[in-house]
């Protein structure tokens, strides 16, 4: 049975990332627009 799945070609596991990349990715896009955000107002509110 294992020799099938593997010559079919489907993984074992679903397709889906697992959780923890999902919440990574997550992260590291609300930070980075947090960041722009903050960058876009300290530009805004620090030009004299």
Known sequence: MDNRITQSGEPRFPLKPPPFMMYLILIIR???????????????????
């Open 30 to 48: 609300l930070t980075s627009s947090f960041f722009k955000l903050f960058s876009f107002k300290g530009g805004v509110s620090g030009e004299p």
